[in-house]
C-alpha cells in the first residue's frame, strides 16, 4: 500500500508545525471508483503514529472517527478529522526546522449491498520541529 503526503491546497506537501491543528479530508471510493455514501458505512477507524518507530501518537489505534473523536463524515462520505495540538507532537529526535513524518491510517467497512468490504488507506503528515 501506497502511503500519499497530505497535500496543501496549492499541491505542495503540507507541513505541519509541532503543536498545531490541521483538518484532514478524504473521501472515500469502492473499487469501482464510486463514492462510498455515510450510510453504506459500517465502521471507521485513523490509528496515528511515527513512521520511523511506530509510535502511536496520542492514543489514537482502531480509533472511531465515523462521527467521532474529531471525526465528521457527511452523508456524501467525505471524512473531515480534526488533529489537534496533541496529535502533532515530535515523538522522535529529529532536530528543529526538521519533519518528523506521521502515517495516519484509515481503515473502514461498508456493504456494497451484496457483502461487507474492508478499505485502508495511509496519508502521511509531516511534523516540524519547533525550537
Known amino acids: 500500500m501506497a502511503r500519499l503526503d497530505l497535500k496543501d491546497a496549492a499541491g505542495k506537501a503540507l507541513v505541519v508545525q ?7 479530508v478524504v ?4 473499487m469501482a471508483g464510486a463514492a462510498i455514501l455515510k450510510a453504506a458505512l459500517a465502521t471507521l477507524t485513523a490509528t496515528l503514529f511515527d513512521e520511523s518507530t511506530s509510535t502511536t501518537i496520542n492514543s489514537r489505534s482502531a480509533q472511531s ?3 467521532a473523536n474529531g471525526g465528521t463524515v457527511t452523508s456524501g462520505g467525505v471524512l473531515t478529522l480534526r488533529l489537534g495540538p496533541l496529535d502533532n507532537v515530535i515523538v522522535g529526535s529529529v532536530a528543529v526546522g526538521d519533519v ?10 461498508w456493504s456494497d449491498g451484496v457483502q461487507n468490504r474492508t478499505g485502508i488507506e495511509e496519508r502521511v503528515i509531516s511534523v516540524e520541529r519547533l525550537a
Do not use: A, I, K
Open 65 to 67: 472517527v465515523l462521527d
Open 27 to 30: 473521501s472515500f471510493t469502492d
Open 100 to 109: 518528523e513524518r506521521h502515517v495516519l491510517r484509515l481503515t473502514w467497512t
Open 18 to 24: 509541532q503543536g498545531e491543528d490541521c483538518d484532514v
